[in-house]
């Protein structure tokens, strides 16, 4: 089945250690996306890939980058995270975007940092 | 600037039940979509429905259904006779175009949930 990709499922990081999560999907989506949601909030973009083009929210700390190698894989490098950056983290695709296109979701990479 | 609200933070029914889940959304755009997702406990965020904003005809999907009032920017889901595995948090969403994505906006969720 097609579907989106996310590893590890839980990962634990040490304070000011950098890490990276991954995703990929096998749906061949021009669009990828990555979410932060902590506990009880909604999810909230950081950024979004369309095709090569890098596009960041405004309100995306400087600590959070990505890197997209080709359309398959997208990863989140957190540079030097905090405790306030514990938190799941969803990746998601679409077909290229004219605002409908609905997005599918990984099942999230849980992110502890002690 | 776009915006959801969803008021309702957690509703408790007893199985068999209908609910209804409420969204009221904000945005200048005249043209936008509306979507509802499910998040069950597992964490994954499941793509329920979607409406542009030039389709307010209303939606039945076996036990779901939708209503979407323009003229009260609402975008209301509705379950009929709930069940347990409907417990989950549903989110609303709208979404625009930008930089060649689509942008969601989500509201803060509705936590569901369904006893025997």
């Known amino acids: 089945d097609a579907m989106v990709i996310q590893n590890p499922r839980y990962q634990v990081t040490q304070f000011g250690k950098p890490v990276t999560l991954s995703c990929s999907q096998t749906?061949?989506?021009?669009?990828m996306y990555w979410y932060q949601q902590k506990s009880s909030q909604a999810p909230k973009l950081l950024f979004h890939y369309y095709d090569k083009d890098f596009n960041n929210e405004a309100d995306t700390p400087d600590n959070f980058q990505s890197r997209r190698p080709n359309t398959s894989f997208c990863f989140l490098d957190i540079r030097s995270p905090g405790l306030g950056d514990a938190a799941m983290y969803l990746c998601?695709?679409?077909?290229?975007?004219?605002?409908?296109?609905?997005?599918?979701f990984g099942p999230g990479t849980r992110l502890t940092v002690t | 600037a776009q915006k959801v609200t969803q008021a309702q933070t957690e509703i408790s029914v007893v199985e068999k039940e209908d609910v209804t889940l409420d969204c009221v959304y904000e945005t200048r755009d005249t043209t936008y979509y509306l979507f509802w997702y499910k998040q069950p406990p597992s964490g994954e965020l499941v793509f329920l429905i979607r409406?542009?904003?030039?389709?307010?005809q209303n939606e039945i999907s076996g036990r779901y259904s939708w209503n979407f009032q323009k003229s009260t920017s609402s975008f209301n889901f509705t379950i009929t006779a709930s069940q347990v595995v409907d417990s989950a948090v549903y989110f609303c969403a709208l979404s625009i175009l930008t930089g060649g994505g689509n942008k969601l906006t989500f509201g803060t969720g509705t936590q569901l949930k369904v006893e025997l």
């Open positions: 409406r542009n904003s030039f389709d307010e």
């Open positions: 998601a695709t679409s077909r290229v975007g004219t605002g409908g296109g609905e997005q599918y």
């Open positions: 749906l061949n989506h021009n669009v």
